[in-house]
């Protein structure tokens, strides 16, 4: 299982681990903070902590695992949306394939733990958060392995609206 957070560098990394590349491992640096992005907080009526989806794929076919989500927070609603596109003969036979978003810290599993034969799409939506005082340059995506270690992940974009809360 591939664990993804969003992780703040010196103000904050977003995680992502979709590639199959080979990457070394990063040796955390003492004098760099990070941190784990926070969502806004559910509102005492919502219980949800996490979001997940699934969906049957046939690799021979591919196909698209999406996500919509929102919840209810003290400063507002939080939407999540996500979609995971796998292409056509990326595997061999027929998968169950999905990933869980966490509404605490924004970090996300993809599932099952395997290899494919062509690199996955991953985008991702979040609109209600707080991200005054974020600089956009200071924001990349990261993969953090159950080691603890990070690795950079290639995207090809990343839109920070500040001002309108979006990432």
């Known amino acids: 299982m591939k664990k993804v957070l969003l992780l703040l560098i010196p103000v904050m990394l977003i995680a992502a681990g979709c590639s199959q590349s080979v990457l070394e491992p990063t040796i955390p640096d003492p004098g760099i903070q990070k941190s784990v992005i926070q969502l806004p907080s559910p509102n005492s ?3 949800e902590n996490q979001f997940s989806v699934s969906e049957e794929i046939d690799g021979s076919q591919g196909g698209m695992v999406k996500m919509n989500e929102s919840y209810s927070s003290e ?10 596109k796998i292409h056509k003969n990326a ?14 810290d924004g970090s996300i ?25 974020i600089n956009p340059e200071d924001i990349h ?21 500040s001002y309108r809360g979006i990432l």
Request: glycine residues 10%; hydrophobic residues 35%.
């Open 109 to 133: 599993d993809f599932f099952p733990g395997m290899s494919f034969n062509d690199d996955l799409r991953f985008d991702i939506k979040y609109t209600g958060l707080d991200l005054s005082g």
């Open 45 to 47: 009526l919502n219980i």
């Open 75 to 84: 400063t507002g609603r939080v939407t999540i949306k996500a979609k995971l």
């Open 141 to 161: 995506f990261m993969y953090l392995d159950p080691d603890g270690f990070t690795h950079p992940v290639e995207y090809s974009s990343l839109t920070v609206a």
């Open 91 to 104: 595997f061999s036979g027929t998968e169950n394939i999905g990933y869980t978003v966490y509404d605490n």
